[in-house]
């Protein structure tokens, strides 16, 4: 069964440091999205990403964060300098349609 | 904007015994639910959605839920639970609208005594 892989699983990095988290999204499906789950909150939605553009976005998706989708298969999301806060398991999903969006396993993303 | 509450945060159960996650929403559109699972070291798996049509959905594992649209709830159910179902299980609400985006309840962990 087709699913969503990320890379890395775990992720650490000192403040002010840029990370790339990246993610290969299910080979047919046209939307993508990341969310994130900071320890012990809710998952939060972070971006949806359509036709090569962002559709949508959520206040948390500041100036920092960038999204790109480089090649036929990549999905990846940039943090630009990092900060404690981001500290996160960072999910990324796909869907072919409105329906039902297929998460990836996460990775956790360690700001120190 | 919409919400989603999850009143129990841990909910332990003796095996082959029932169980009912609560999920409340809030929201001022007209909503599409869903029910994710996330086993340990894994990403979230849909179980079941609502729609439209019959406010009783069932969804994979044996689990169901039924949409209450005047007590804004959509709460998960399954008759006799397995060990294997151990994990933690989301709620999360789409608005009707034309957005895309999931909004999450903080998640219930499920805890299977054997």
């Known amino acids: 069964e087709p699913e969503v892989t990320q890379t890395p699983s775990h992720q650490v990095t000192q403040m002010g440091q840029e990370v790339i988290l990246r993610c290969v999204p299910i080979?047919?499906?046209?939307?993508f999205y990341w969310y994130r789950q900071i320890l012990g909150q809710k998952v939060e939605f972070l971006v949806s990403?359509?036709?090569?553009?962002?559709?949508?976005k959520s206040e948390i998706f500041d100036d920092q964060f960038s999204v790109e989708r480089p090649d036929g298969s990549n999905f990846t999301l940039k943090i630009r300098s990092t900060k404690l806060e981001d500290s996160a398991m960072y999910f990324c999903?796909?869907?072919?349609?409105?329906?039902?969006?297929?998460f990836g396993p996460g990775t956790r993303l360690t700001v120190t | 904007a919409q919400s989603v509450t999850q009143l129990d945060s841990q909910v332990p159960v003796f095996e082959e015994a029932p169980v009912e996650l609560r999920c409340n929403y809030s929201?001022?559109?007209?909503?599409?639910l869903f029910w994710y699972v996330q086993y340990p070291n894994q990403g979230l798996q849909l179980l079941l959605k609502?729609?439209?049509?019959?406010?009783l959905v069932k969804g994979i594992n044996g689990f169901e839920a039924e949409f209450n649209k005047s007590q804004t709830s959509f709460h998960l159910r399954k008759p006799s639970v397995h060990i294997s179902d151990t994990a933690e299980y989301f709620c999360?609400?789409?608005?009707?609208?034309?957005?895309?985006?999931?909004?999450f309840g903080k998640g219930t962990k499920l805890s299977v005594i054997p």
């Open positions: 609502y729609l439209s049509g019959s406010t």
């Open positions: 999360a609400v789409r608005s009707g609208a034309g957005s895309y985006q999931l909004t």
């Open positions: 999903a796909s869907s072919d349609d409105w329906l039902e969006q297929y």
């Open positions: 929201s001022s559109v007209s909503v599409y």
């Open positions: 990403f359509y036709n090569n553009e962002i559709s949508e």
């Open positions: 080979s047919n499906h046209l939307y």
